[in-house]
T-cell receptor
Framework: AQSVAQPEDQVNVAEGNPLTVKCTYSVSGNPYLFWYVQYPNRGLQFLLKYITGDNLVKGSYGFEAEFNKSQTSFHLKKPSALVSDSALYFCAVRDTGNTPLVFGKGTRLSVIA | GAVVSQHPSWVICKSGTSVKIECRSLDFQATTMFWYRQFPKQSLMLMATSNEGSKATYEQGVEKDKFLINHASLTLSTLTVTSAHPEDSSFYIC?????????????FGPGTRLTVL
């Protein structure tokens, strides 16, 4: 069965600094990896996904993530954080094309002006 | 883009009553619907998966008689929390899925916050 770990409950970063939100995964086959963002009392917004191809995936709002097979990681990054990036971020994985997404516990990102 | 709506966005009910939550795919047909539950400060937990016209498949530990799922059409799924109790208070999120070339894409609704008094 697939699983996702987000080791940090909270990440704090100053506005303008680079940010990283960590994610590691475990699947039996090739992973399908996703990042979503959730604002208070709102649904999930898709940021980006990795299925195949380049290990560096670019997504919405200037976010990107790097797939690292040897470290089974898919960390979310942004070169310069904005206060408006403050939200709850979820990493998700599935191990085949048609199974439902399994989510990590989420990481709360706070960007301080 | 694909839009998924949920109704109501929030609901407060008395203990012992039943609550129905609707999930609609507005501009596409969803072959599969998923229901997730999110506890405060926790992740989304998959409750069940349903295909149009078929019985839902529930995840381990989810009571199918308590959380009734109906998937009557390719654009509508409902979750009914029967005889709700305070411990059922949570944020419920539906997801509508389409498959193309064997790959599933999930679109998420905005969620419904249920508070049981």
């Amino acid at each position: 069965a697939q699983s996702v770990a987000q080791p940090e409950d909270q990440v704090n970063v100053a506005e303008g600094n680079p940010l990283t939100v960590k994610c590691t995964y475990s699947v039996s086959g090739n992973p399908y990896l996703f990042w979503y963002v959730q604002y208070p009392n709102r649904g999930l917004q898709f940021l980006l996904k990795y299925i195949t191809g380049d290990n560096l995936v670019k997504g919405s709002y200037g976010f990107e993530a790097e797939f690292n097979k040897s470290q089974t990681s898919f960390h979310l990054k942004k070169p310069s954080a904005l206060v408006s990036d403050s939200a709850l971020y979820f990493c998700a994985v599935r191990d085949t094309g048609n199974t439902p997404l399994v989510f990590g516990k989420g990481t709360r990102l706070s960007v301080i002006a | 883009g694909a839009v998924v709506s949920q109704h109501p966005s929030w609901v407060i009910c008395k203990s012992g009553t039943s609550v129905k939550i609707e999930c609609r795919s507005l501009d596409f047909q969803a072959t599969t619907m998923f229901w997730y539950r999110q506890f405060p400060k926790q992740s989304l937990m998959l409750m069940a998966t349903s295909n149009e016209g078929s019985k839902a498949t529930y995840e381990q530990g989810v009571e199918k008689d308590k959380f009734l799922i109906n998937h009557a059409s390719l654009t509508l799924s409902t979750l009914t929390v029967t005889s709700a109790h305070p411990e059922d208070s949570s944020f419920y999120i539906c997801s509508a899925g389409t498959s193309t070339g064997g790959r599933l894409t999930q679109y998420f609704g905005p969620g419904t916050r249920l508070t049981v008094l």
